[in-house]
Nanobody, 116 residues
Framework: QVQLVESGGGLVQAGGSLRLSCAAS????????MGWYRQAPGKQRELVAV???????NYANTVKGRFTISRDDAKNTVYLQMNSLKPEDTGVYYC??????????WGQGTQVTVSS
């Protein structure tokens, strides 16, 4: 079983930057990708970015050019570098682990608040 622990959230002014980290532990058998989702108050959880085992990354249109997802396999950690933050980026950010033939695994979430 995979366990995910996020860190790096916080309060930042519009235009600022934050870097989120997601440390994975446990068996990573069948994992084919890691991603970040977010959920704003009163809204559904949405995909922010995902990076697959082959290094291919995909982003939501709303964050393209501002956010960068990366991975350090030696540390079993996935990062989300968030630049030029906007108030609409506010929400709880969840790390996600995609597995072939098994349910996704989720972290506990970390709050990101962007003030105007």
């Amino acid at each position: 079983q995979v366990q995910l622990v996020e860190s790096g959230g916080g309060l930042v002014q519009a235009g600022g930057s934050l870097r989120l980290s997601c440390a994975a532990s446990g068996s990573r058998f069948s994992v084919n990708g890691m991603g970040w989702y977010r959920q704003a108050p009163g809204k559904q959880r949405e995909l922010v970015a995902v990076i697959f085992n082959d290094g291919f990354a995909n982003y939501a249109n709303t964050v393209k050019g501002r956010f960068t997802i990366s991975r350090d396999d030696a540390k079993n950690t996935v990062y989300l570098q968030m630049n030029s933050l906007k108030p609409e980026d506010t929400g709880v950010y969840y790390c996600n682990c995609r597995r072939i033939g098994a349910p996704d695994v989720w972290g506990q979430g970390t709050q990101v608040t962007v003030s105007s």
